[in-house]
């Protein structure tokens, strides 16, 4: 079973820079269509980034231009680059690989990790 863990977070001001670290078990890195999401108290996760097998990018309006994704596979690791932090990206962040249902969307493949906490103050 692959088990996933996001670090990397923090308390930041506005303006700051922070980068995250997702690590799993197993190598899926190289074949995975990969991903971040994050949370904010009860409500519905966000799909902020993702990044393909083949190493193609696509991010959240909301975060466009100030995040970064990226994946190195032979540590097995992806990474989010977040420049320019405002109060509202303030979230727990998550990461996962992902598929695509026509009538869901973008659905997680794997269980939850703990997730990492971002906390932009103004």
């Known amino acids: 079973q692959v088990q996933l863990v996001e670090s990397g977070g923090g308390a930041v001001q506005a303006g700051g820079s922070l980068k995250l670290s997702c690590g799993a078990s197993?190598?899926?890195?190289?074949?995975?269509?990969m991903c971040w999401y994050r949370q904010v108290a009860v409500k519905q996760r966000e799909l902020v980034a993702r990044?393909?097998?083949?190493?193609?990018?696509n991010f959240a309006d909301a975060v466009k231009g100030r995040f970064t994704i990226s994946r190195d596979n032979t540590k097995n690791t992806m990474y989010l680059q977040m420049n320019s932090l405002q109060p509202e990206d303030t979230a727990v962040y998550y990461c996962?690989?992902?598929?695509?249902?026509?009538?869901?969307?973008?659905?997680?493949?794997?269980?939850w990790g703990q997730g990492t906490q971002v906390t932009v103050s103004s």
């Open positions: 197993g190598t899926i890195f190289s074949i995975s269509h």
């Open positions: 996962n690989a992902i598929r695509l249902s026509t009538l869901a969307g973008w659905v997680p493949i794997y269980s």
């Open positions: 990044i393909t097998s083949g190493g193609s990018t």
